[in-house]
């Protein structure tokens, strides 16, 4: 019987661009392949036992002739490449309709509002990638005490402040406010604060960055291992993914091997249901800002960590090691790629070299996860437990 599920996403590593990728404007899009590529090779041998290089496809990493795992890849249903929409299809949720973006920047009367809330006015108000645009503002920042509000492909509302111009308390209120005016109409998936530190020409993004989300619309598996007296124990940034909704545990780390800690941590500990981890760096470190060295070095050190996080598992656990959108490096632009998601799945009781096939959903993960834990699953997504235990 399995009591606990540790489901790692490795967020934005996809593995391939999706049938539909023409629509987003990715095609060609690999964000593991051509990083393998550019990088000439990827070490990644404790993956590749569990099976990441048997998937149906995969380039860059080489298969194996027995792995200790089961392996597959996954569609994505909902029409988007956001961090918001593949963690919730994860958890069970379909979007019917992609969330708001805003190519154009925000309309007037929004930060019209927004401003006269704030008693401050704005900067920026357009797309951008958030090291370049403090790098633009960050003097008539310190000039004028402004915060920077800029957006990108996906549907956020970002608001960018030296941790001296305006304290963290006030951009987090801040932040409070543009959650209040971006619902209904301008439902925006997430407000994000993003503080910095430093002088022009040397400023650094902090740790202290906060997501405010919506609530997904409906339950996930989340919420019904919640409700069936389970642990969710979300790490990393799960909480903010989820607006803390089905959530009974959480905690933020600042980088990905804090995260690997604190899972392993939590693997210790006597609890049953889910673990949830997200890996920020290798998107926001790597893939946004278009690093295919730095992002391949970041996945040869989660690598060699693995060995850890299994040896850490329970005879009642299993391990689920996915992702939530693709954001290649190599790719045009600074923006989330349209991608196929690896699936890698291993526990002392599940089947060896197992291969689960291409996913039509990501939601698979979920009712898989409910099927599991013996908990009602939220209707969407197929199980794929009978072809790994
Ligand atoms: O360029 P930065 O500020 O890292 O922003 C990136 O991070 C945001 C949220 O993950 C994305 O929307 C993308 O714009
Ligand atoms: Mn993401
Ligand atoms: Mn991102």
Not at 119 to 138: C, F, H, M, Q, Y
């Amino acid at each position: 019987m399995i009591k606990r599920v540790v489901l790692f996403v490795i967020d934005s590593v996809g593995i391939g661009e999706l049938p539909d990728a023409i629509d987003f404007g990715d095609l060609g899009a690999n964000t593991l392949g051509n990083i393998a590529k550019d990088q000439e090779g990827i070490h990644l041998p404790n993956l590749k036992k569990l099976g990441l290089g048997n998937i149906d496809g995969i380039k860059g990493v080489d298969p194996v002739s027995a792995p200790l795992g089961a392996f597959g890849k996954s569609l994505e249903v909902s029409q988007g490449k956001d961090t918001t929409t593949g963690h919730w299809e994860i958890a069970g949720l379909h979007l019917s309709k992609p969330f708001k973006t805003y190519p154009d920047g925000f309309p007037k009367e929004v930060m019209d509002l927004f401003e006269s809330k704030i008693g401050r006015k704005s900067l920026a108000n357009k797309p951008a990638s958030g090291t370049v645009i403090i790098d633009e503002l960050g003097e008539e920042h310190f000039k004028t005490g402004y915060p920077i509000v800029y957006t990108s492909a996906d549907s956020v509302f970002q608001i960018a402040a030296h941790e001296d111009v305006i304290p963290l308390e006030e951009l987090y209120t801040m932040c409070k406010i543009a959650r209040e005016i971006m619902m209904g109409d301008h439902a925006v998936a997430r407000i994000i604060a993003r503080p910095f530190i430093g002088t022009p020409g040397n400023f650094t993004r902090t740790s202290n960055r906060r997501d405010f989300s919506l609530n997904p619309p409906q339950e996930t598996v989340l919420d019904i291992a919640k409700k069936h007296e389970l642990d969710v124990i979300g790490v990393g940034k799960i909480e903010d993914i989820f607006n803390g909704q089905g959530i009974t545990e959480a905690i933020h780390t600042k980088d990905n091997m804090e995260g690997i800690e604190e899972t392993i941590n939590y693997l210790h500990k006597n609890n049953k249901g889910i673990i949830f981890t997200n890996l920020v760096d290798f998107d926001s470190k790597y893939g946004h800002r278009r690093d295919a060295k730095g992002y391949k070095q970041a996945l040869e050190e989660m690598d060699s960590r693995l060995p850890d996080i299994m040896n850490a598992m329970k005879k009642e656990d299993i391990l689920i090691i996915t992702a939530d959108h693709g954001n290649d490096p190599t790719y045009k632009g600074t923006d989330h790629t349209r991608e196929y998601i690896p699936i890698v799945i291993y526990g002392p009781s599940i089947k060896n070299n197992v291969n689960i096939g291409t996913r039509k959903t990501f939601a698979d993960i979920a009712a898989t996860i409910s099927d599991v834990l013996n908990i009602p699953n939220t209707g969407k997504g197929t199980s794929f437990k009978n072809m790994i235990i």
